[in-house]
């Protein structure tokens, strides 16, 4: 038989995709606008949401938290878009919908499940490890996850502009052991490029700093947030550059996001991931495997996988660490080693993030 070439796909598409958009969804083909204004026009009403995925608009009274007056609904169109119509049970939808159940009163969860304030040491600056610290570079988000364990963080203390940070910066230069800042927040990536790119070039000039990383949810919630200003501040840095997103399910990782991927791959980003395990989201052997080779498909290794922060509000979230061990193991018999993520946990003053398997 004669040899023939393998096909040339040209369709990033394959079987294990996540579902794209619905195509009676009614966003399925909202224009693209560019980042702020997407960041601007987000929903912060849970009746608008349940018109836009057609669940019924008498439900949300009784299904929507308190809790929500404090930290509210936000989630922008773009994420929405990937939401499936008419289930409450949708993984994307339960990210972000505040449920009743965060009312309900949990022993054994707090507003600083791990020991955040106990890390400040100048305003946005939280140190837990040796050798790298944390840059609290923006103090919103593009989206409110209800179980985040900074949802009752009180970001009112923290810099705002350029000047404010420079109590952080000089003690940064001080400490000749630190030789990585991460960016987080908040989400650092709803500053303007200007802004990110002033506050690494003050880094820049720091000589013992080598690593920059971004932890960041924006390139997968507004996909267009890869904007070109983006890319070229990300290029020119001396830095080593590691972006890590956070995407807790396959259907969040549709081609926009993966072309964004793509994008800062190229310009010379490490793409990492950190997923939390969430009940009812991804806590499924067949969800974190879906998610994790998609994550490989768009360029992004799994680096963690999170056990639940027992922050208050997010006690429905939970997954018992002996199902999340039993999911691991099931990932590493299904998958190279270098898909699976390490699943840990965060316990105030410890030294690491502690391995769970
Ligand atoms: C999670 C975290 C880090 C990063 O930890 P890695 O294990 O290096 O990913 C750094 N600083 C603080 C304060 C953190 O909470
Ligand atoms: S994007 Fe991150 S910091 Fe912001 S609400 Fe979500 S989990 Fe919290």
Aim: a neutral charge.
């Amino acid at each position: 038989m004669a040899y023939s070439p393998p096909q040339v796909e040209t369709s990033t598409a394959s079987a294990a995709s996540p579902p794209r958009c619905h195509p009676e969804h009614p966003l399925a083909g909202a224009e693209v606008v560019p980042w702020p204004q997407a960041l601007g026009r987000a929903i912060r009403s849970p009746e608008l949401l349940c018109r836009v995925l057609g669940l019924p608009q008498d439900v949300p009274q009784a299904r929507v938290a308190q809790a929500a007056q404090r930290f509210p609904l936000l989630v922008p169109w773009e994420y929405v878009r990937r939401m499936q119509p008419g289930r409450w049970d949708d993984p994307l939808l339960r990210q972000v919908w505040p449920a009743a159940e965060e009312d309900q009163p949990q022993v054994g969860f707090s507003a600083d499940p791990v020991a955040d304030l106990a890390a400040r040491r100048a305003p946005g600056l939280l140190s837990k490890y040796p050798g790298r610290v944390l840059l609290l570079a923006a103090t919103a988000c593009a989206v409110h996850c209800r179980y985040c364990f900074r949802r009752e963080f009180p970001y009112g203390q923290e810099p705002k502009s350029l000047r404010q940070f420079r109590p952080a910066l000089e003690r940064l230069a001080a400490d000749a052991s630190v030789q990585e800042v991460i960016l987080s927040g908040g989400d650092p990536l709803v500053r303007p490029d200007a802004f990110l790119a002033q506050l690494v070039r003050q880094l820049e000039a720091i000589p013992h700093l080598r690593w920059l990383r971004v932890h960041t949810r924006l390139p997968v919630l507004i996909p267009q947030r890869v904007c070109p200003e983006l890319l070229r501040w990300l290029q020119g840095v001396r830095f080593r550059v590691t972006v890590v997103l956070h995407v807790n399910h396959a259907q969040e990782l549709d081609e926009q996001v993966a072309q964004g991927c793509e994008q800062l791959c190229r310009a010379g980003a490490v793409l990492l991931n950190q997923a939390v395990l969430l009940r009812g989201v991804n806590d499924t052997v067949q969800a974190q495997e879906d998610l994790c080779r998609r994550l490989v498909d768009c360029g992004v290794l799994p680096y963690y996988l999170h056990q639940l922060d027992r922050v208050q509000g997010a006690a429905h979230f939970e997954v018992p660490p002996e199902q999340g061990q039993e999911l691991i193991e099931e990932l590493r018999r299904r998958l190279p080693g270098f898909a699976v993520p390490r699943y840990v946990q965060e316990e105030p003053g410890a030294e690491f993030k502690r391995p769970l398997a």
